[in-house]
Nanobody, 123 residues
Framework: VQLVESGGGLVQAGGSLRLSCAAS????????MGWFRQVPGKEREFVAS????????YHADSVKGRFTISRDNAKNTAYLQMNDLKPEDTAVYYC?????????????????WGQGTQVTVAS
């Protein structure tokens, strides 16, 4: 599975962005997907995960109510809708695909990673 993120950029606090993660390969529709983020000098942080069908999602407390993960298996694409962005959301955002079908929350449970997309939130 190859993953390519897009949609990052610079936004003012309170604004919105939607990240996309386009996947190649025939296993996308049977893989749980996740979004993580990382700032320099810190470990990669879990943001959200979605199961293979899109019927179940889980979001980190820090983004709950502001971010929403979703997927479109017909388009082999996962999304992260980010609303009410805050300066502390500034990070490189990575999408990841797991070999599991159900929600996963740790870095080690994901086998495939995208290259990352920068999100910068100005105060």
């Amino acid at each position: 599975v190859q993953l390519v993120e897009s949609g990052g950029g610079l936004v003012q606090a309170g604004g919105s962005l939607r990240l996309s993660c386009a996947a190649s390969g025939r296993t996308f529709s049977s893989s749980a997907m996740g979004w993580f983020r990382q700032v320099p000098g810190k470990e990669r942080e879990f943001v959200a995960s979605i199961n293979w069908s899109g019927g179940r999602t889980y979001h980190a407390d820090s983004v709950k109510g502001r971010f929403t993960i979703s997927r479109d298996n017909a388009k082999n694409t996962a999304y992260l809708q980010m609303n009410d962005l805050k300066p502390e959301d500034t990070a490189v955002y990575y999408c990841a695909a797991s070999s599991a079908m159900t929600i996963r929350v740790t870095v080690g449970e994901y086998a495939y990673w995208g290259q990352g997309t920068q999100v910068t939130v100005a105060s």
